[in-house]
């Protein structure tokens, strides 16, 4: 049976921007004004507390010189500019087993991506890792995810980075999820997105301004798939939301997109760089970083998404139609897959204990 035909992207994204604009008159009631004291101030923080989605188990402020546990004190001040501008860059990883895993990788991946936006951190990098593991230890969560942002810092409401009175540091360490094929080992649907992507400098850049990779994520929800995968004005394929997108091709090769074209993702050259065994087993033909056509993706043999918390997944249908010979994982993404997840519990150059 062919798969039912559906509204275009754009035109499904219209209709999710009108159901959304019709909420903002649905409540009628307007609240009173209420001043906070000092001293209901926490009293309140607590009573509007929401639990998140994953445990928050600590979080570090440079601003404190400290860390809380309470979530209702695991707070930005709004005038930093990471709130009111998005002006600031992040890292996510995570531990396994007591170690994280990656850590350099990711720690050098974020002072490029200061060094792109004009943001130092007067402490150093080693300053920053070292805290990222304190933070870790502190928190005792064998198995755990950890935010690390670089924020402009507090200091106006303009948008001049000037303004600011210095970087400020945030760690979160949190609840890890477990990867994509552990959850669906049956496999993952990805769809073309109608989100137009960001301009090659500002992709090559992890900042806070994630816009464009929550409406891709909306998206996914929207239409029922677990990733979308954007396409540039050329026709390229270019990322998923928060993960690269891969294919081994009909020739047999690995192909990732050009990393300067896109968010070079840590997971995604520690692939490429594990592929190499496949390669000497025969099971794919060698990796190559190159332009990736959308309709090359209808070809494929395997179509991989590759992300620090989901692994490799494989993908079974794209657009709804079926992936490889049969729309089932493949042996190349089932065998990278295996390899990452032997890489994470036991490369010991790549695993840093906090516990």
């Not at 990883?93 to 490029?112: F, S, T």
């Not at 303009?158 to 600011?164: D, L």
């Not at 099971?283 to 991989?304: M, Q, W």
Request: charged content about 20%.
């Amino acid at each position: 049976m062919p798969p039912k035909k559906c509204a275009e992207p754009a035109e499904r994204l219209r209709q999710t921007r009108k159901n959304v604009q019709k909420m903002w008159y649905t409540e009628s009631v307007v609240n009173e004004m209420k001043q906070i004291t000092t001293e209901t101030y926490l009293e309140r923080l607590r009573a509007s507390d929401v639990p998140g989605a994953v445990p928050y188990y600590l979080f570090y402020s440079s601003l404190l010189d400290g860390y809380v546990t309470d979530t209702a004190l695991m707070q930005v001040p709004f005038h930093d500019h990471l709130v009111h501008r998005g002006d600031g860059v992040f890292e996510t990883m995570k531990g396994v087993n007591g170690a994280v895993y990656n850590l350099d990788a990711h720690l050098h991946r974020l002072q490029r991506s200061a060094h792109a936006i004009g943001l130092g951190y007067r402490k150093g990098l080693e300053a920053i890792r070292q805290t990222v593991l304190d933070a870790l230890e502190t928190a005792a969560q064998p198995d755990c995810s950890v935010r690390v942002v670089l924020s402009r810092g507090p200091g106006g409401m303009g948008v001049a980075p000037a303004e600011s009175m210095g970087a400020a540091l945030y760690i979160l360490v949190y609840g890890a999820g477990a990867p994509f094929m552990k959850r669906h080992p049956e496999g993952a649907t990805l769809r073309k997105s109608a989100v137009p992507p960001k301009p090659p400098y500002m992709a090559a850049v992890k900042t806070c301004n994630y816009i464009p990779n929550a409406l891709m994520k909306a998206e996914a929800m929207l239409h029922g798939v677990d990733f979308v995968v954007g396409v540039d004005e050329q026709g390229h394929i270019t990322e998923s939301a928060t993960e690269n997108v891969g294919m081994v091709s009909k020739s047999g090769r690995l192909v990732f997109p050009s990393p300067d074209t896109i968010l070079p993702g840590t997971t995604m050259i520690r692939v490429a760089e594990l592929a190499q065994a496949c390669a000497q087993e025969e099971l794919v033909k060698g990796v190559v970083f190159r332009p990736i056509r959308e309709e090359e993706l209808a070809e494929a043999r395997e179509i991989l998404v590759v992300g620090t918390t989901w692994n490799v997944a494989s993908v079974v249908r794209y657009n709804g139609h079926p992936v490889g010979a049969d729309g089932t994982p493949g042996p190349v993404g089932r065998a990278l897959d295996a390899m990452l997840e032997r890489d994470i519990l036991e490369n010991d150059t790549l695993r840093v204990r906090y516990m």
